[in-house]
T-cell receptor, first 113, second 112 residues
């Protein structure tokens, strides 16, 4: 049973526009959420995280929103750049920290020039 | 600062054999985690070591084991390999539980 779900396998957006990547989870014990980006032949790279006590966290062009009642989080990238084209993984933890992460299956983002 | 180093990058083994994968964390990082990535299941947590002690364990059979040495380097062992063990095995290190994970580029294991 997938506890972290990224239902859309791919997303294509125009350069300069907003990219919105969605993620849903089922385990109410999750209290820490992260987004990772992965390029081919490389390991995932940490992007941004959010604790369950917050509903928004920003870091430059990246903003993560958390809706605990809906068990939903989203990653907004504004403005999108061609270099953002990669696979994005949503991950969650029930340890309040960066351990024992449960990952979604990823979304492939393509940013068109 | 050197990143997480995993060796070897590629490995081909026969069903029934065993394999050992190695991971050198970023200098100063004491936590090492292992993940398995397959097309069907995505990234799945195997285990985490901190200061030579296993701190967390995922839902994998006992054929999967690991250890961490005093210099924080870690090894993962899979015994009696099965075809389904074919995957990308990723190692990640962090300075502490609240620090982001830094992943290596992985070891691609193919079991024939």
């Amino acid at each position: 049973d997938q506890q972290v779900k990224q239902n859309s396998p791919s997303l294509s957006v125009q350069e300069g526009r907003i990219s919105i990547l969605n993620c849903d989870y089922t385990n109410s014990m999750f209290d820490y959420f992260l987004w990772y980006k992965k390029y081919p032949a490389e390991g995932p790279t940490f992007l941004i995280s959010i604790s369950s006590i917050k509903d928004k966290n920003e870091d430059g062009r990246f903003t993560v929103f958390l809706n605990k009642s809906a068990k939903h989080l989203s990653l907004h990238i504004v403005p999108s750049q061609p270099g953002d084209s990669a696979v994005y993984f949503c991950a969650a933890s029930d340890t309040g920290a960066n351990s024992k992460l449960t990952f979604g299956k990823g979304i492939t983002l393509s940013v068109r020039p | 600062k050197a990143g997480v180093t995993q060796t070897p990058r590629y490995l081909i083994k026969t069903r029934g054999q065993q394999v050992t994968l190695s991971c050198s964390p970023i200098s100063g990082h004491r936590s090492v985690s292992w993940y398995q990535q397959t097309p069907g299941q995505g990234l799945q947590f195997l285990f985490e070591y901190f200061s030579e002690t296993q701190r967390n364990k995922g839902n994998f059979p006992g054929r999967f084991s690991g250890r961490q040495f005093s210099n924080s380097r870690s090894e993962m062992n899979v015994s009696t390999l099965e075809l389904g063990d074919s995957a990308l095995y990723l190692c990640a290190s962090s300075a502490s539980g609240v620090s982001p994970l830094h992943f290596g580029n992985g070891t691609r294991l193919t079991v024939t």
